[in-house]
């Protein structure tokens, strides 16, 4: 009995070990590294009024910013409040001896003063040499000399599951050492249309913001920008931007003191399960065209609403947030191909990559008296006034939808105040041709129809049952 026991023991610790074993030990790549990440620390100035108010209230610490927010502008309004200098921290790493160190944009925004606070203790004052919202990249200038700088790593080159280390600030915690795994990767997240974030589980909190991600070889592969939570804090979804393309900006930065984007010039959303039957298609894939801007590269080409894009430059489109990634880092001028399948026919289309524009597509929204709905969707519609295309930048075609009942267009998603452009391949003039071409429609089967809804197009599955 005694035999079967150490026997089983001494297997159990000898699993353990080699458990162990197998695990990544990371004290090496922290201490090489580790001295090239910096703590940054910004400031932003109140106006002068500020500096000569009367103290202010002490709001509790650690209250949620909601509330917060709620608080300052209550006791702002009684008179109670005075905005004074704002401070704020975040991380970044140096990437060169002579001081250049790279952050997110959104940790330097509308920053008065920037210092940065090296490893050994040092602290320098930085300016900002250049900042893109699009992608949250800034760089920094510090002056000093023989500074240790990190590695630039191929963030192509990482797999999903791969051991990653983060090290930053949170909470002003410097110099903390997270790790994790990647988690994905090209993940497209709401405000990031140009970056193909690589997602982890690597514990980032506020302060972590414009921190590296390494790989195993110890060289960084990303900036951790963000995490996704419920709560404000980590909850096992944390996301970095890749080198490429923070290189590609900081190259642009150091060239021309900012960064230009690739653009095509479309709205674009995901192909729906019932959006692929309705276009013949075998599987959901590629990106959805659903508006094509005048004076775009897009309409140069002769891009139309309804086509779909599966291939960019020769790339594979699985899903709309891959398209603008690939357009946003080629560069402008250059000539790009698009593979398109449009009313079921393969097409490739060539065209001039453009300039991003500041600002695209700014539409209003317009509201109409209801009546009883009695067509086969369920919804009345009626012709656009001349000041209704105006608010609503429709130049022609489309119909206002005044009300929804219940029926195949409530269950798709339509709303009163959407303008229907077109149903499947049919554009819709006016009222009396809408209703001829609802009458046409094919029961059972899912159809598409494309709206204009607060200035974006979209398109919409409906199945008519009868």
Not at 314 to 323: C, N
Not at 407 to 426: C, E, S
């Amino acid at each position: 009995m005694f035999n079967k026991v150490s026997r089983c023991f001494f297997l159990a610790v000898l699993f353990s070990q080699n458990a162990l074993a197998q695990l990544p030990d990371f004290t090496e790549m922290v201490k090489t590294n580790g001295v090239a990440v910096v703590n940054i620390s910004t400031t932003q100035k109140a106006s002068p009024e500020a500096e000569n108010a009367p103290e202010q209230p002490q709001l509790p610490e650690g209250m949620p910013p909601e509330m917060e927010e709620f608080f300052k502008r209550f006791l702002e309004d009684q008179g109670g409040y005075v905005p004074r200098d704002t401070t704020s921290l975040g991380s970044g790493f140096i990437i060169s001896p002579d001081g250049y160190v790279l952050t997110n944009s959104h940790v330097v925004k509308d920053a008065d003063e920037i210092v940065v606070k090296l490893a050994d203790h040092r602290e320098l004052l930085a300016k900002v040499i250049g900042s893109d919202a699009r992608t949250d990249v800034a760089l920094l200038k510090v002056e000093a000399k023989d500074l240790p700088a990190v590695n630039i790593g191929d963030p192509n080159k990482l797999q999903v599951g791969e051991w990653v280390l983060a090290i930053g600030s949170p909470f002003g915690f410097e110099q903390s050492v997270t790790a994790g795994i990647v988690s994905a990767k090209g993940r497209s997240l709401p405000g990031g249309n140009y970056v193909p974030f690589i997602q982890t589980d690597v514990a980032i909190n506020p302060g972590n913001s414009g921190g590296p991600l390494f790989n195993m070889e110890g060289k960084v592969v990303g900036i951790n920008s963000q995490i996704y939570s419920r709560t404000g804090g980590f909850m096992g979804l944390s996301f970095a931007i890749p080198m490429d393309v923070v290189m590609n900006v900081v190259d642009q930065i150091k060239a021309t003191g900012k960064a230009a984007h690739g653009w095509l010039g479309v709205q674009i959303q995901d192909v729906t399960r019932e959006l692929a039957e309705s276009f013949g298609m075998k599987k959901p894939q590629g990106a959805l065209v659903s508006k094509v801007l005048p004076g775009s590269p897009a309409e140069k080409a002769e891009l139309q609403i309804g086509d779909i894009i599966t291939e960019f430059n020769g790339q594979p489109i699985e899903s709309s947030g891959d398209l603008p990634p690939m357009v946003g880092i080629t560069p402008i001028n250059n000539k790009a191909t698009l593979k398109i399948i449009r009313q079921g026919e393969v097409k490739t289309i060539e065209f001039k990559v453009g300039l991003l524009p500041e600002e695209v597509d700014k539409l209003a929204e317009a509201k109409a008296a209801p009546k009883l709905p009695h067509n086969r969707l369920g919804i009345n519609v009626i012709d656009l006034t001349d000041e209704q295309r105006k608010a609503l930048e429709v130049s022609k075609n489309g119909v206002l939808v005044q009300d929804v009942g219940k029926g195949p267009a409530k269950d798709a998603g339509i709303q009163r105040g959407d303008v229907i452009l077109r149903i499947q391949n049919t554009v819709i003039r006016d009222a009396a041709d809408f209703e001829k071409t609802v009458k046409k429609l094919p029961a059972g089967k899912s159809v598409a129809m494309l709206v204009q809804r607060q200035g974006s197009p979209v398109f919409l599955a409906i199945k008519v049952d009868k």
